[in-house]
């Protein structure tokens, strides 16, 4: 719903028009209301259609016939005026999103018991179109309204008059499709007379797609001539229809019209006897609060220009009278209506100040990255000042890591229930106060409790920024540069934490490098709470207390474990027992999330291939990379004799090769180069820079080996970040997002700790079999050999993003990346 503009009419015949609802193939769409108050949608008509008198007398002609539908599952015809300069028609407003938004946007497929309720009242809405005299023509999501009670179909009879425009081709003189891909028969495909049976063909395609969130024969997926003959010759795909209604789905999409059922049949077959409500309580309670706020909606009345009154001191001259509002003449549907209402914003909208915004989230990282850097190089200060030792990791360490690790799905689940804002702003704050408490610690205890309260902290505030950045810019080439930073900082900040956290472990006390941290984040917080937008969380949504504790428990438990296989052995019962309570915790997990009504992670997130290819290839390059920064780090460290602040200096090729692949390269390609394309190019790339790293040995320089393979190292991470940000996070719904987030950065940290161990394993075995002459040498060796297992594993990422990453452009049909334009009908 955007506000009227300037060219907009202010009546249509006897309503008030006081907003704009959508384009159409017709025109335009605005919310009216009549003398009486009641709510209407007045739909009116491109004038370039109305040009066409043949046109106009099939226009009446349905219009007068769509006015006789009755029925309770369809919007009725209330007013028309087929005869004025651009003819309009009036119909019941229903309060409610379309199916297509309701799928593809805000809460996925269907559960079994919605579709088939969902047949049954499509099926009882086409007997009364079709006892009028009318063939819908174009039933499909985006023509069927969802309301709290039932769905509601709409634009019967319209299809039809615009059919009055197309002689014997399938497309009209404005080159308009008659019918949607994915939703036509065959008989429209061949262009044969239809019957009342092709419109039983769209809702089989209906429920297909409100089951599975798929289009029928892969519409989108190829192009129209190859969609075409799919619908027209091969047999459908009913892949995830339950199969309580696989049956007559399939009988619904019978080739010959003959087989199909009849609406009463379906309607017969899918009678619903079973008491409650016929979606679930969490799609119900927000369609309520839509529809209450749209129903009470008026329109603004803007400060600028107010209504002009009479002066009093100028007497009024009989002709001088108000004009009438101008002829109306709606061209080709519309877009970027101007700025909506403030209460009626939508919530994807971009921010007037989303760039200073983003760089408050790029800011917000860097106290994370040079917590980490600098406590990890300061630790054998600690250990000697505070006697914190360990047989494997430092314990201080290991609290970190499993609270960021363990909690990351449990706060992009809390960033979604509160705000991503908030949940970033309460992130940072707590980071700050946790850093001070280690800072501050005296006894081991405590500076643990500190560790953990700081991953806590860290795992609410990371997968909060990437939800920002992955809903605050829509627009292809602004997500791609935005895109660009975010993976510029992720890839390249290890780098820069490296050389400021060495810095600051030679120059200060390691308690001083954990009170560095707090101007960063103070810093950060204020411009979060000034800069960044306060979209809303999910008002109303319940908290999934089991989900959030299964998922992080199993997390912790395989983190825990993995930690444990590298201090002991993949064979030693501890952590076997660990990993595989951690598996089975995750299984349950995703279990509940399959049969919750309100789960943490939505349908559509655990269902998109592209998505589930990200998170794989993202887990792998987690193990692959893991390897570089250390490798390095005791290549010049141990065996060159250079200190913690030179090594971050020398290390700098990787991360500003990072930033330049990430800002200038793929936020440059993003948005018109397949995600699959940018993704294998990198991993392959930094896998490239990792087998020339390898090649380095004790007489190495600082050259020939080393600096052409940190920047390929850097430039392919670079490369291959952006778009698996961008595509495991496109397409989830904005309050969905921090869990889409959360869900990524999990995957990262599992597949760290998997290069934790494959790390530490290796170099263990090198230095058992070394003399004690030969330590540095056997370190390096093992680090060596970790760096060839470690381009195996970018190699694997890339081959598992080959498979399952899309192959098409953001912005193509079906391709993820961009979210499809949304459509509020009346």
């Known amino acids: 719903m955007d506000q009227l503009i300037a060219a907009d009419p202010t009546r249509i015949g006897p309503y008030r028009l006081i907003a704009r609802l959508g384009a159409g193939g017709m025109g335009l769409v605005y919310l009216g209301r009549s003398e009486g108050g009641r709510t209407v949608a007045v739909k009116v008509v491109q004038a370039e259609h109305a040009g066409h008198p043949d046109f106009r007398r099939r226009f009446a002609r349905e219009v007068a016939a769509a006015r006789r539908v009755g029925g309770e599952w369809t919007a009725a015809v209330l007013d028309a005026d087929p005869e004025a300069a651009v003819p309009w028609v009036a119909t019941q407003y229903i309060p409610g999103p379309d199916l297509r938004t309701v799928v593809a946007e805000d809460f996925g497929p269907l559960p079994e018991h919605s579709v088939h309720t969902l047949a049954n009242r499509l099926a009882v809405a086409l007997q009364a179109v079709h006892g ?95 969609h075409l003959f799919r ?27 003959a087989e199909r059922p009849t609406p009463e049949q379906v309607a017969e077959h899918t009678a619903v006897d079973q008491p409650g409500e016929w979606l679930p309580g969490t799609v119900l309670a927000q369609l309520g609060r839509r529809a209450a706020r749209l129903l009470d909606y008026a329109p603004e009345v803007s400060a600028e220009a107010p209504a002009a009154r009479p002066d009093p001191r100028v007497p009024s001259l009989p002709h001088q009278h108000q004009p009438a509002p101008p002829a109306y003449a709606p061209t080709a549907p519309a877009h970027g209506f101007g700025p909506p209402p403030a209460a009626l914003q939508d919530p994807a909208a971009p921010h007037p100040r989303r760039w200073w915004g983003l760089g408050v989230i790029a800011l917000a990282q860097l106290p994370v990255l040079l917590d980490v850097m600098a406590f990890n190089i300061a630790l054998p200060s600690v250990q000697a000042e505070l006697d914190l030792s360990g047989d494997g990791l430092n314990p201080a360490v290991s609290a970190y890591v499993l609270a960021f690790g363990g909690l990351l799905l ?136 089991l989900g959030g504790l299964l998922g992080s428990a199993g997390t912790a438990a395989l983190l825990y474990g993995l930690d444990e296989a590298g201090r002991l052995h993949w064979t030693a019962p501890l952590p076997l027992g660990l990993i595989a309570v951690g598996v089975l915790l995750l299984g349950a ?85 397949a ?112 760096l060839w297992w470690a381009a195996g594993a970018l190699l694997l990422a890339a081959l598992v993003a080959g498979l399952m990453v899309t192959a098409r452009p953001p912005g193509a049909p079906g391709a993820s990346g961009v979210n499809a334009p949304r459509r509020t009908a009346g």
């Open 132 to 226: 009028a005299g009318l063939i819908h023509r174009d039933l499909k999501p985006s023509n069927v309204l969802v309301t709290v009670d039932g769905p509601r179909v709409i634009d019967f009879g319209i299809a039809r008059a615009m059919d009055s425009l197309a002689g014997d081709s399938l497309h009209t003189r404005t080159g308009m499709l008659i019918g949607s891909p994915g939703f036509m028969s065959p008989e429209q495909v061949r262009g044969l007379e239809l019957t009342p049976a092709s419109d039983v063909f769209c809702l089989g395609a209906v429920l297909v797609y409100a089951a599975t969130g798929r289009l029928l024969f892969s519409a989108g997926d190829s192009g129209l001539n190859a």
């Open 231 to 257: 619908v027209a010759e091969e047999e459908p795909d009913l892949t995830g229809v339950p199969p309580s209604l696989t049956g007559l789905v399939r009988a619904c999409l019978a080739k010959d019209p």
């Open 410 to 545: 449990l706060g992009g689940h809390i960033a979604d229930l509160v705000g991503a804002k908030r949940a970033l702003v309460i992130g940072l704050a707590g980071f700050a106060l946790a850093s001070v408490l280690g800072g501050s610690a005296g006894d081991p205890g405590l500076l643990i409790a500190a560790r953990a309260l700081q991953g806590a902290f860290a795992a609410l505030l990371t997968p909060s920024a990437l939800s920002l950045v992955s809903t605050g810019f829509p627009d292809p080439r602004e997500r791609a540069r935005a895109f660009g930073i975010y993976a510029a900082v992720a890839a390249g900040g290890g780098a820069l934490g490296l050389l400021t956290g060495g810095w600051l472990a030679e120059a200060l006390s390691w308690r001083l490098a954990l009170y560095a941290c707090v101007p960063l984040a103070a810093l950060a917080l204020t411009g979060a709470a000034t800069l960044l937008p306060g979209r809303p969380g999910r008002a109303g949504a319940r908290f999934d207390w």
């Open 589 to 673: 997990f995703l279990w509940w999330q399959a049969v919750a009504s309100g789960p943490l992670l939505a349908p559509h997130l655990t269902r998109d291939r592209d998505r589930a290819g990200c998170v794989l290839a993202m887990a792998l390059a987690g193990a692959g990379m893991l390897a570089l920064l250390p490798t390095l780090t005791i290549w010049l460290q141990y065996v060159h004799g250079h200190g913690p602040g030179m090594t971050g200096v020398m290390i700098l090729p990787v991360a500003a090769s990072a930033v330049i692949a990430a800002t200038q390269v793929a936020a440059r390609l993003q948005h018109r180069t």
């Open 675 to 786: 995600p699959r394309v940018l993704i294998v190019s990198g991993l392959v790339t930094a896998a490239v820079g990792l087998m020339l790293l390898a090649g380095i040995d004790s007489g190495s320089g600082y050259g020939p080996h080393v600096v052409p393979g940190m920047l390929l190292a850097g430039f392919g991470t670079g490369l291959a970040f952006v778009p698996v940000f961008a595509t495991a996070t496109a397409g989830a719904a904005p309050r969905h997002s921090g869990a889409a987030s959360g869900i990524l950065l999990a995957a990262q940290q599992v597949g760290e700790a998997i290069g934790v161990v494959l790390l530490t394993g290796l170099i263990t075995a090198r230095l058992n079999d070394a003399s004690e002459d030969d330590h540095s040498e056997a370190l390096l060796h093992g680090y060596t050999d970790t």
